[in-house]
Protein backbone atom coordinates (compact mmCIF):
# COMPACT_ATOMS: atom_id res chain seq x y z
CA UNK A 1 0.00 0.00 0.00
CA UNK A 2 1.38 3.37 -1.37
CA UNK A 3 2.28 5.73 1.79
CA UNK A 4 1.09 9.35 0.94
CA UNK A 5 3.26 11.12 3.22
CA UNK A 6 6.57 9.39 1.21
CA UNK A 7 7.81 11.83 -1.92
CA UNK A 8 9.62 10.87 -4.99
CA UNK A 9 12.90 12.23 -6.46
CA UNK A 10 12.74 14.28 -9.57
CA UNK A 11 14.81 15.36 -12.14
CA UNK A 12 14.63 19.18 -13.41
CA UNK A 13 14.37 18.54 -16.90
CA UNK A 14 14.20 22.50 -17.64
CA UNK A 15 14.33 25.79 -16.32
CA UNK A 16 12.28 28.60 -17.77
CA UNK A 17 12.72 32.51 -16.35
CA UNK A 18 9.66 34.37 -16.52
CA UNK A 19 10.27 37.27 -14.31
CA UNK A 20 13.09 38.42 -11.53
CA UNK A 21 10.62 36.40 -9.34
CA UNK A 22 8.98 33.35 -11.14
CA UNK A 23 10.53 30.42 -12.82
CA UNK A 24 8.59 27.47 -14.22
CA UNK A 25 10.88 24.28 -13.44
CA UNK A 26 9.63 21.41 -16.01
CA UNK A 27 9.92 18.41 -13.25
CA UNK A 28 10.29 14.46 -14.36
CA UNK A 29 6.69 12.82 -13.70
CA UNK A 30 6.65 9.28 -15.49
CA UNK A 31 2.17 9.44 -14.38
CA UNK A 32 1.68 12.71 -15.75
CA UNK A 33 -1.07 11.67 -17.88
CA UNK A 34 -2.94 11.14 -14.45
CA UNK A 35 -2.46 15.03 -13.79
CA UNK A 36 -5.42 17.24 -14.13
CA UNK A 37 -4.71 21.11 -14.61
CA UNK A 38 -5.86 22.70 -11.59
CA UNK A 39 -4.36 19.89 -9.10
CA UNK A 40 -1.48 20.50 -6.80
CA UNK A 41 1.79 18.69 -5.72
CA UNK A 42 3.91 18.96 -2.41
CA UNK A 43 7.79 20.12 -3.73
CA UNK A 44 10.13 19.58 -0.66
CA UNK A 45 13.91 19.77 0.07
CA UNK A 46 15.46 18.17 2.98
CA UNK A 47 16.02 20.81 6.20
CA UNK A 48 13.76 23.45 4.22
CA UNK A 49 10.27 22.00 4.43
CA UNK A 50 7.71 21.64 1.57
CA UNK A 51 5.27 23.90 -0.31
CA UNK A 52 2.68 23.27 -2.30
CA UNK A 53 2.52 24.03 -5.76
CA UNK A 54 -0.23 24.09 -8.38
CA UNK A 55 0.51 22.13 -11.88
CA UNK A 56 1.33 24.84 -14.31
CA UNK A 57 1.92 22.46 -17.60
CA UNK A 58 1.50 18.70 -18.36
CA UNK A 59 3.68 16.90 -20.80
CA UNK A 60 4.31 13.11 -21.97
CA UNK A 61 6.40 12.34 -18.65
CA UNK A 62 6.93 15.68 -16.52
CA UNK A 63 4.68 18.24 -14.95
CA UNK A 64 5.43 22.16 -14.58
CA UNK A 65 5.25 23.97 -11.71
CA UNK A 66 5.50 27.94 -11.99
CA UNK A 67 7.22 29.15 -8.63
CA UNK A 68 7.36 32.51 -7.14
CA UNK A 69 9.85 33.26 -4.86
CA UNK A 70 8.05 34.00 -2.31
CA UNK A 71 9.62 31.93 1.17
CA UNK A 72 12.21 29.69 2.44
CA UNK A 73 11.16 26.92 0.69
CA UNK A 74 10.57 28.46 -2.78
CA UNK A 75 14.17 30.46 -2.20
CA UNK A 76 15.67 27.34 -1.78
CA UNK A 77 14.14 25.87 -5.06
CA UNK A 78 15.22 28.77 -6.86
CA UNK A 79 18.84 28.30 -6.07
CA UNK A 80 17.97 24.17 -7.83
CA UNK A 81 18.68 23.84 -11.38
CA UNK A 82 18.32 22.05 -14.34
CA UNK A 83 19.94 18.31 -13.81
CA UNK A 84 19.57 18.88 -10.18
CA UNK A 85 16.54 17.04 -8.07
CA UNK A 86 13.61 17.79 -5.77
CA UNK A 87 10.99 15.56 -3.94
CA UNK A 88 7.57 15.53 -5.14
CA UNK A 89 4.38 14.36 -3.33
CA UNK A 90 1.15 14.40 -5.39
CA UNK A 91 -0.89 15.05 -7.38
CA UNK A 92 -3.54 16.11 -4.66
CA UNK A 93 -6.63 17.48 -4.85
CA UNK A 94 -9.77 17.89 -7.21
CA UNK A 95 -8.64 19.65 -11.24
CA UNK A 96 -10.50 20.98 -13.80
CA UNK A 97 -12.01 18.65 -15.98
CA UNK A 98 -12.10 19.24 -20.00
CA UNK A 99 -15.05 17.21 -20.17
CA UNK A 100 -16.86 20.32 -18.31
CA UNK A 101 -16.02 22.61 -20.92
CA UNK A 102 -16.18 20.16 -24.33
CA UNK A 103 -18.59 22.03 -26.36
CA UNK A 104 -18.96 24.88 -24.96
CA UNK A 105 -18.37 28.70 -25.22
CA UNK A 106 -15.74 28.77 -22.83
CA UNK A 107 -14.18 32.07 -20.80
CA UNK A 108 -10.54 31.73 -19.06
CA UNK A 109 -10.29 34.42 -16.81
CA UNK A 110 -7.07 34.44 -14.61
CA UNK A 111 -5.18 37.28 -12.41
CA UNK A 112 -1.34 37.08 -12.22
CA UNK A 113 0.23 33.94 -10.92
CA UNK A 114 -3.77 32.43 -11.15
CA UNK A 115 -2.95 31.90 -14.80
CA UNK A 116 -0.47 28.86 -13.91
CA UNK A 117 -3.22 26.44 -12.85
CA UNK A 118 -5.62 26.62 -15.59
CA UNK A 119 -2.99 27.03 -17.97
CA UNK A 120 -3.53 23.44 -18.97
CA UNK A 121 -7.06 24.18 -19.74
CA UNK A 122 -5.77 27.00 -22.12
CA UNK A 123 -3.16 24.55 -23.67
CA UNK A 124 -5.48 21.77 -24.52
CA UNK A 125 -7.99 23.92 -26.11
CA UNK A 126 -5.08 25.65 -27.91
CA UNK A 127 -4.48 22.33 -29.84
CA UNK A 128 -7.52 21.20 -29.79
CA UNK A 129 -10.31 24.26 -30.71
CA UNK A 130 -12.83 22.61 -32.69
CA UNK A 131 -13.40 20.46 -29.45
CA UNK A 132 -15.55 23.94 -27.81
CA UNK A 133 -17.79 26.09 -29.78
CA UNK A 134 -15.13 29.12 -28.95
CA UNK A 135 -12.63 29.63 -26.29
CA UNK A 136 -11.78 32.77 -24.99
CA UNK A 137 -9.10 33.64 -22.39
CA UNK A 138 -8.88 37.22 -20.69
CA UNK A 139 -5.51 37.45 -18.58
CA UNK A 140 -4.02 40.23 -16.37
CA UNK A 141 -0.95 41.26 -15.18
CA UNK A 142 0.21 43.99 -12.92
CA UNK A 143 2.77 45.22 -15.20
CA UNK A 144 4.11 44.38 -18.53
CA UNK A 145 7.35 42.73 -17.13
CA UNK A 146 5.27 40.26 -14.98
CA UNK A 147 3.62 39.21 -17.92
CA UNK A 148 4.19 35.12 -17.62
CA UNK A 149 4.35 32.36 -20.27
CA UNK A 150 5.27 34.68 -23.41
CA UNK A 151 6.42 31.93 -25.37
CA UNK A 152 2.58 30.70 -24.90
CA UNK A 153 1.01 33.72 -25.60
CA UNK A 154 2.28 34.11 -28.84
CA UNK A 155 0.98 30.44 -30.01
CA UNK A 156 -2.28 30.95 -27.90
CA UNK A 157 -3.49 34.14 -29.66
CA UNK A 158 -2.80 32.41 -32.98
CA UNK A 159 -5.85 30.16 -31.20
CA UNK A 160 -7.99 31.24 -29.36
CA UNK A 161 -9.42 34.94 -28.77
CA UNK A 162 -7.22 36.72 -26.29
CA UNK A 163 -6.92 39.64 -24.46
CA UNK A 164 -3.32 40.31 -21.99
CA UNK A 165 -4.04 42.68 -19.93
CA UNK A 166 -1.93 45.12 -17.71
CA UNK A 167 -2.81 46.90 -14.35
CA UNK A 168 -0.41 50.08 -15.32
CA UNK A 169 1.50 50.09 -18.15
CA UNK A 170 4.52 52.69 -19.29
CA UNK A 171 3.55 55.57 -21.95
CA UNK A 172 3.55 54.29 -25.23
CA UNK A 173 2.93 50.50 -24.26
CA UNK A 174 0.24 49.46 -26.92
CA UNK A 175 -1.51 46.62 -25.60
CA UNK A 176 -4.87 46.39 -23.64
CA UNK A 177 -4.88 48.17 -19.70
CA UNK A 178 -7.50 47.49 -17.00
CA UNK A 179 -8.43 45.17 -15.20
CA UNK A 180 -9.96 41.90 -16.14
CA UNK A 181 -13.08 42.79 -15.12
CA UNK A 182 -12.86 45.49 -17.72
CA UNK A 183 -13.48 42.84 -20.60
CA UNK A 184 -16.12 41.02 -19.02
CA UNK A 185 -19.11 43.42 -19.65
CA UNK A 186 -18.07 43.04 -23.90
CA UNK A 187 -18.62 39.52 -24.33
CA UNK A 188 -20.91 38.13 -26.66
CA UNK A 189 -22.17 34.71 -26.63
CA UNK A 190 -23.95 32.68 -29.28
CA UNK A 191 -26.09 31.60 -26.63
CA UNK A 192 -25.37 32.38 -23.09
CA UNK A 193 -27.13 29.08 -21.50
CA UNK A 194 -24.02 26.97 -23.79
CA UNK A 195 -21.46 29.10 -21.51
CA UNK A 196 -18.80 28.09 -19.21
CA UNK A 197 -16.39 30.31 -17.06
CA UNK A 198 -13.16 29.55 -15.02
CA UNK A 199 -11.74 32.53 -12.94
CA UNK A 200 -8.52 31.82 -10.59
CA UNK A 201 -6.38 34.10 -9.09
CA UNK A 202 -6.52 36.05 -5.89
CA UNK A 203 -9.15 35.88 -4.12
CA UNK A 204 -10.49 39.03 -4.14
CA UNK A 205 -10.07 39.47 -8.18
CA UNK A 206 -12.17 36.24 -8.25
CA UNK A 207 -15.23 37.95 -6.41
CA UNK A 208 -15.63 40.66 -8.64
CA UNK A 209 -14.79 38.90 -11.06
CA UNK A 210 -17.81 36.57 -11.02
CA UNK A 211 -19.96 39.65 -10.07
CA UNK A 212 -19.16 40.64 -13.70
CA UNK A 213 -20.34 37.25 -15.06
CA UNK A 214 -23.09 37.00 -13.23
CA UNK A 215 -24.25 40.47 -14.54
CA UNK A 216 -24.14 38.93 -18.10
CA UNK A 217 -27.04 36.69 -17.36
CA UNK A 218 -25.61 33.26 -16.72
CA UNK A 219 -26.44 30.69 -14.31
CA UNK A 220 -23.71 30.28 -11.27
CA UNK A 221 -23.57 26.27 -12.08
CA UNK A 222 -21.57 27.90 -15.08
CA UNK A 223 -18.29 29.50 -13.23
CA UNK A 224 -15.53 27.07 -11.85
CA UNK A 225 -13.37 28.74 -9.39
CA UNK A 226 -10.18 27.66 -7.55
CA UNK A 227 -9.03 28.22 -3.59
CA UNK A 228 -5.75 27.19 -4.16
CA UNK A 229 -4.12 29.84 -2.13
CA UNK A 230 -5.53 27.96 0.62
CA UNK A 231 -3.77 24.44 0.25
CA UNK A 232 -1.46 22.92 3.14
CA UNK A 233 -0.55 19.25 3.66
CA UNK A 234 -2.67 17.68 0.50
CA UNK A 235 -4.04 14.86 2.67
CA UNK A 236 -6.55 16.93 4.86
CA UNK A 237 -4.91 15.66 8.21
CA UNK A 238 -2.96 19.29 9.25
CA UNK A 239 -6.56 21.39 9.05
CA UNK A 240 -5.03 24.26 7.64
CA UNK A 241 -7.04 24.51 4.92
CA UNK A 242 -10.58 23.50 6.13
CA UNK A 243 -13.55 25.48 5.98
CA UNK A 244 -16.47 24.00 7.36
CA UNK A 245 -16.47 20.45 6.79
CA UNK A 246 -14.85 21.25 3.17
CA UNK A 247 -11.08 20.31 3.06
CA UNK A 248 -9.46 22.40 0.11
CA UNK A 249 -7.08 20.13 -0.89
CA UNK A 250 -9.47 17.12 -0.83
CA UNK A 251 -12.58 18.59 -1.98
CA UNK A 252 -10.90 21.65 -4.27
CA UNK A 253 -8.98 23.38 -5.02
CA UNK A 254 -10.99 23.63 -7.67
CA UNK A 255 -14.49 24.46 -7.15
CA UNK A 256 -17.79 24.82 -9.73
CA UNK A 257 -19.21 28.33 -7.70
CA UNK A 258 -22.33 27.22 -6.54
CA UNK A 259 -20.31 25.29 -4.04
CA UNK A 260 -17.11 27.31 -4.05
CA UNK A 261 -19.40 30.95 -3.35
CA UNK A 262 -20.06 29.66 0.40
CA UNK A 263 -16.44 28.82 1.20
CA UNK A 264 -15.69 32.60 3.03
CA UNK A 265 -12.62 31.68 5.52
Known amino acids: ?4 Y ?9 VIRHTDLEYTFRMEFHDAKKVKPGQFFEISLPKYGEAPISVSGIGEN ?3 FTIRRVGKVTNEIFETYQGQQLLLRGPYGNGFDINEYRGKELVIIAGGTGLSPVRGVVEYFAHHPEQAVSTRLIAGFKS ?6 RDDFA ?5 LSVIQTVDTAPEGYEGFVGMVTKYIPDLKFENLANSAFICVGPPIMIKFTVMEILKLGTAEDTIW ?3 ERKMCCGLGKCGHCKIGSTYICLDGPV ?3 VDGKELID
Open 6 to 14: IPQLSTIQK
Open 62 to 64: TVD
Open 255 to 257: FNY
Open 144 to 149: PSDILF
Open 155 to 159: FWKQK
Open 1 to 4: MKNE
Open 225 to 227: ISH
